[in-house]
């Protein structure tokens, strides 16, 4: 009977924090309300056009990008979670402002650009800011599996957001998506006011230096810190020849091939449910090992399934494919994240994060354009393999990377700061 008592403090030290899960729970329904009117939005626009269409969709990423850098310096200065509360505060003024505008006016074009740059603004400020918090809300042992229910939960919600979006719009138009989305910045607001972080302390007061210094610093951090660097890179490489084969290359392959909309669809669900399958693993055991060595393991994995998406000759294969794609992808973002947010400096958490975004963004709007180009000349499974190649070869050189190697939690604290 003595073994009882040994085993609650083990099990107090890896349940998640309430705070947490709560925090959990509002980003959850806020992400499914932003699909859904990231939908409507699209929707409405490509009623006028591609013109308009491409325009509204750059109206969201360009202030993004401009001002992701600076949004992780404020972040940084004046508190993630106070960012948090004003940016939800004011999306939630807006979104219903939003939805009165819509319900009088229906969708002209400018309504829909005036929402994308009051999107895209909010986002360079917010994604910094909430990508830092589960450093802030759970100690160092639970991070791998924080970060994992969270990138789980995202994965659900990207599979049910689409459908449930198409509903809602079907219904209700942009005026409702904005209502629904406004109603989602209530409940995020309100449990931010309630949690409180729990383990990063309060940056230290700026010591004269501008908020464009403290931005650029991000750079500094992030490509001089020898766990950091090539995590970024790898990060990089994954949204340059991995996301775009989810969003360009499956579509055009499947109507290369005559497959239909239907076998894009269930390719697409088969590589969501492979990284599920890891997510929701490493959020009930912990991380599975060495996290930069995982992940870049989880590179070469997600290479095979692309490849062998680009090889297939029916579509059961190519949707086998798509689980191991959604494998390595899994095990790849499943260690690749706690490795990156463990080394961060508690200083510069919101500017780790923001410079994450950047990469990412960056990587994935240059990739887009030129495997869009190569599709047009060679095609789709040309593009697949260069895709494939390109992954392999990070993964590769990953594997060479000493710190990468040997780390075995990727949760030190970097002098790199200092």
Request: net charge positive.
């Amino acid at each position: 009977m003595s073994g009882g008592p040994e085993l609650h403090p083990g099990r107090r030290r890896y349940q998640l924090p309430t705070s947490y899960l709560l925090w959990l729970v509002g980003i959850l329904a806020s992400l499914l309300g932003n699909s859904f009117f990231y939908f409507a939005l699209g929707w409405q626009a490509s009623a006028h056009g591609g013109a308009i269409a491409g325009l509204v969709l750059t109206a969201i990423t360009l202030p993004r990008v401009l001002l992701l850098l600076i949004g992780g310096a404020v972040g940084d200065r004046v508190s993630a979670r106070r960012v948090l509360i004003i940016g939800d505060a004011a999306m939630l003024v807006f979104s219903v402002a939003l939805a009165a505008a819509a319900y009088h006016l229906g969708a002209p074009p400018w309504l829909l650009l005036t929402a994308g740059v009051a999107v895209g603004v909010a986002d360079a400020f917010y994604l910094p800011a909430s990508g830092s918090m589960p450093r802030r809300l759970v100690n160092a042992d639970q991070l791998p599996r924080a970060l994992a229910l969270r990138q789980a939960g995202g994965q659900l919600v990207a599979v049910g957001g689409g459908p449930l979006g198409g509903v809602l719009v079907g219904l209700a138009g942009l005026a409702g998506a904005a209502l629904v989305n406004a109603v989602t910045f209530a409940a995020v607001l309100m449990l931010l006011i309630a949690i409180r972080p729990r383990y990063a302390g309060p940056p230290p007061p700026p010591a004269g230096a501008g908020i464009v210094r403290d931005a650029l610093d991000s750079l500094r951090v992030g490509f001089r810190d020898p766990l950091l660097r090539p995590g970024l890179t790898m990060t990089g490489a994954a949204a340059a020849f991995l996301l775009p084969v989810l969003s360009l290359l499956v579509p055009l392959l499947a109507r290369a091939q005559d497959w239909g909309v239907a076998a894009a669809g269930l390719i697409l669900g088969a590589q969501s449910v492979g990284m599920v399958v890891v997510t929701l693993a490493v959020a009930r055991r912990g991380p599975l090992g060495r996290p930069g060595l995982l992940s870049a393991w989880g590179l070469l994995a997600a290479s095979v399934g692309v490849l062998g998406l680009a090889l297939s000759p029916t579509v059961p294969v190519a949707i086998g494919a798509g689980v191991v794609m959604g494998f390595g992808s899994g095990l790849f973002a499943a260690h690749l994240g706690p490795l990156i947010l463990g080394t961060t400096p508690e200083t510069h958490l919101s500017r780790t994060q923001a410079l994450l975004t950047l990469v990412q963004s960056l990587a994935s709007l240059v990739m887009l354009n030129v495997l869009g180009a190569v599709v047009e000349y060679r095609g789709a499974v040309v593009a697949m393999a260069i895709c494939a190649v390109a992954t392999s070869g990070v993964g590769l050189l990953a594997l060479r990377s000493a710190p990468l190697r040997t780390t075995r939690v990727g949760l030190k604290t970097s002098s790199v700061a200092g």
